[in-house]
């Protein structure tokens, strides 16, 4: 038999046995986070992976990557407007730097009812604020939980406004925390978030504050004592993606990578829901002693946050999120 027709039926009897090559992606998503695997993002995260790989035949390979390895959250964000960074999911506090229509959810005590905040944030006035980052290069899909934020310290039991009297609080550098936490009475310390860990170890910071799901993820009661579920400010996360390369795909891709995005959205709201449930009762067992606040004092000892703020925020804005 000659050599070629040797070779030939060689290679048809090894593709036989083997089964059809497996096609490799023709797209590729790299998707950040600067927290924990562990973490809500992470869980949502690997949602939309699931979503978007089945409903493409596995056209796009979704890649993921946690805890900081491709940056911080303004890292992410920037890398997004250049396109050397596909996707990335951050808090939605950072994203003032890139438009200021996102203040309006720090302010203080605005969202107490996700259920409201939702409708907001899923309508008009969220589709309004999200393209607000249209022009830094990025297309922000859409709002996911982050969650309400609470506070942490190695000090003593947080109960009125006065007790953060002279406490040092790593805080996001965003000017509406700074602003809260020097009305307060403490010392807000902007930090990065990989620095946070170690800084409440050695006593840098007294305090900090995240919701229940990151102080538990991130292993806080081994550096803190005290948690106050103060719930004063409410952090939805935007996941986005560079407006590059999401123009550069096919429509079905296009639509599909939307699909996913909201699927995942509603999967990862209900997992924070359900979680925030569970975790009071989880964190306390990890040796945190528990306090309250009654809402209404803290509200109105912040009023001048609202004051300092009020001309560089949209007040349609915030009628919105305060009367839906």
Same mark, same amino acid.
């Given at each position: 038999?000659? #050599?070629?027709?040797? /070779? ?19 797209? $590729? ?18 949602? %939309?992976?699931? @979503?978007?790989? +089945?409903?493409?035949?596995? @056209? ?7 805890? /900081?390895?491709?940056?911080? +959250?303004?890292? *992410? ?12 999911? =951050? ?20 969202? =107490?009812?996700?259920? @409201? ?19 830094? /290069? ?10 309400? #934020?609470?506070?942490?310290?190695? #000090?003593? !039991?947080?109960? #009125?406004?006065?007790? *953060? ?16 936490? +020097? ?13 946070? %860990? ?18 538990? =993820? ?11 579920? $103060?719930?004063?400010?409410?952090? !939805?996360?935007?996941?986005?993606? $560079? ?33 925030? @449930? ?8 990890? /040796? ?10 803290? $509200? ?14 949209? !007040? ?9």
């Amino acid at each position: 038999m000659p #050599r070629f027709f040797s /070779g030939l039926i060689v290679t048809l009897l090894a593709i036989f046995i083997a089964g059809p090559l497996e096609a490799a992606p023709q797209y $590729s998503i790299r998707f950040a986070t600067a927290v924990e695997p562990d973490s809500h993002y992470g869980q949502g995260m690997r949602h %939309f992976k699931a @979503r978007l790989e +089945e409903a493409t035949g596995g @056209r796009v390979e979704v890649r993921l990557f946690y805890s /900081g390895q491709l940056g911080g +959250e303004r890292d *992410l964000f920037e890398g997004l407007g250049m396109g050397t960074l596909e996707m990335a999911i =951050t808090s939605s506090a950072p994203l003032i730097n890139f438009s200021p229509s996102f203040k309006v959810f720090d302010l203080p005590f605005i969202v =107490t009812d996700r259920a @409201r905040a939702y409708r907001v944030m899923d309508g008009p006035i969220g589709r309004e604020i999200l393209d607000s980052v249209d022009k830094a /290069g990025v297309k922000a899909l859409g709002f996911w939980e982050n969650g309400f #934020r609470h506070i942490t310290n190695s #000090r003593r !039991p947080l109960t #009125r406004p006065g007790d *953060l009297k002279g406490l040092k609080i790593r805080t996001m550098e965003n000017p509406i925390h700074l602003k809260i936490f +020097e009305t307060l009475g403490a010392f807000p310390t902007p930090m990065a978030w990989g620095e946070l %860990f170690l800084a409440l170890q050695q006593g840098t910071v007294d305090a900090q504050e995240n919701p229940l799901i990151v102080i538990q =993820t991130s292993k806080y009661s081994e550096v803190q004592k005290y948690l106050t579920l $103060s719930g004063h400010v409410y952090a !939805p996360a935007v996941v986005a993606i $560079s407006r590059k390369v999401f123009e550069a795909y096919p429509p079905e891709i296009q639509a599909a990578v939307i699909r996913a995005e909201e699927e995942a959205r509603a999967w990862e709201r209900e997992f924070c829901i359900q979680k925030d @449930r569970e975790l009071a009762e989880v964190l306390a067992g990890e /040796g945190f002693e528990i306090t309250t606040i009654d809402q209404a004092e803290w $509200s109105l000892a912040l009023r001048p946050v609202y004051e300092a703020f009020q001309d560089q925020i949209n !007040p349609a804005h915030i009628q919105a999120l305060l009367a839906e």
